[in-house]
């Protein structure tokens, strides 16, 4: 039977725990010879206790190999082992890499030079514009964008990665068959048209609370360097900062506001040495690239704009605004916002966000 075979169920009954995967085979040699080895053998294991394996044990010995063997052409995802050559010789070298990686799209996207844009679930306006421009910017370099798919900043990266018709590999917490959160499905087929997603889940896992920080060491662990965007004190961005850092990657992030909970991730780690991103042309220089001219953001010139749409777009910034403060400063009718609000975000101006926010849109 194709070696392969033992690869794939231990890593299906291990899935997400790669160091007790590399322990096994350290001990073992080989994951054949290890799914031979009588139960008792496992008592050597370094630093482990018989208990600790028993749920391991059951599983492997529940395992129909034939049905490992078919279990691939049920799913529509192709599989890379560690052992192959298309594997990304950076994620090879961190402590603990994946060594079964399923997949859906471009997977020639995974030795590119790659840069992460990680940040909060819960990002403002600011955060949103700066991540879609940055991702824009990187993607005319020919950079390919990392990031894990979640709302907010990662789902910024990936939109503003794909406008630009760049490169952007997604990496899930859950099977790369599982759409999570749902209301980036759209956004996940479409990467997976021009990208990549992979995970080290199986097809048909859904997503859990321990999955996301192991998952995050692949984020870094495919990256030359993490930029994080926004993020609180305590978060998965952060999470993944300390990994890239111990990984060797390098770490930079975008400055905020001192009065954000959203900018204290950010501005923290800048405080303790992370080189600040003030544009896309700052990654560029720290990746030893030339230095880009980023594009300029779209303005009102060269657009004809009406009295009501010139006075709303001086009202408006990067922070998001409710409508009804809108209507007051501004003086107009409700009605008359509304219709200026519409072809302003027409005109690609601003953008609306949920619960009647509007906001520059920083294209």
């Not at 840069?115 to 940055?134: C, D, H």
């Not at 087929?189 to 990549?196: A, C, F, K, R, T």
């Not at 990994?243 to 390098?250: F, I, P, S, V, Y």
């Amino acid at each position: 039977m194709d070696d392969k075979i033992y690869w794939l169920a231990w890593h299906i009954i291990l899935a997400g725990q790669a160091r007790k995967f590399w322990t096994i085979m350290e001990y073992f040699g080989t994951p054949e010879n290890a799914w031979r080895a009588p139960d008792q053998e496992f008592i050597g294991l370094a630093g482990s206790r018989p208990s600790s394996h028993v749920n391991m044990l059951v599983r492997r010995r529940n395992s129909d190999l034939s049905k490992v063997a078919s279990y691939l052409d049920k799913q529509e995802a192709s599989v890379l082992f560690y052992t192959d050559v298309a594997y990304p010789g950076q994620l090879k070298n961190i402590y603990d890499p994946p060594p079964v990686l399923f997949w859906r799209g471009r997977v020639d996207c995974l030795n590119d030079l790659s840069v992460a844009l990680v940040g909060s679930r819960k990002a403002t306006p600011y955060g949103l514009s700066v991540t879609e421009n940055l991702a824009r910017e990187l993607s005319d370099a020919g950079v390919v964008v990392v990031s894990g798919l979640a709302r907010g900043i990662d789902a910024a990266a990936h939109r503003g990665t794909l406008d630009a018709g760049g490169r952007t590999i997604a990496v899930l917490g859950c099977g790369v068959d599982v759409a999570y959160p749902k209301e980036n499905a759209r956004l996940m087929d479409s990467i997976v048209q021009n990208g990549l997603v992979i995970s080290e889940f199986p097809p048909g896992i859904g997503p859990e609370a321990w999955h996301f920080p192991v998952r995050n060491r692949i984020i870094s662990g495919l990256c030359k360097l993490i930029v994080v965007v926004e993020s609180a004190e305590r978060s998965g961005a952060l999470i993944t900062a300390h990994l890239a850092l111990e990984q060797g990657r390098d770490v930079m992030a975008v400055p905020g506001n001192i009065t954000s909970k959203l900018s204290r991730g950010p501005n923290e780690l800048i405080k303790q040495g992370a080189a600040p991103v003030l544009g896309a042309g700052d990654i560029i220089e720290e990746l030893g690239l030339d230095v880009i001219k980023p594009e300029p953001r779209k303005s009102a010139e060269g657009l004809k704009l009406d009295d009501n749409e010139k006075l709303l777009l001086k009202l408006l910034n990067f922070e998001s605004v409710p409508l009804e403060i809108i209507v007051q400063k501004s003086g107009l009718t409700a009605g008359e916002v509304m219709s200026a609000l519409m072809f302003l975000e027409l005109k690609g101006l601003i953008r609306q966000m949920p619960g009647r926010l509007y906001a520059l849109s920083g294209k």
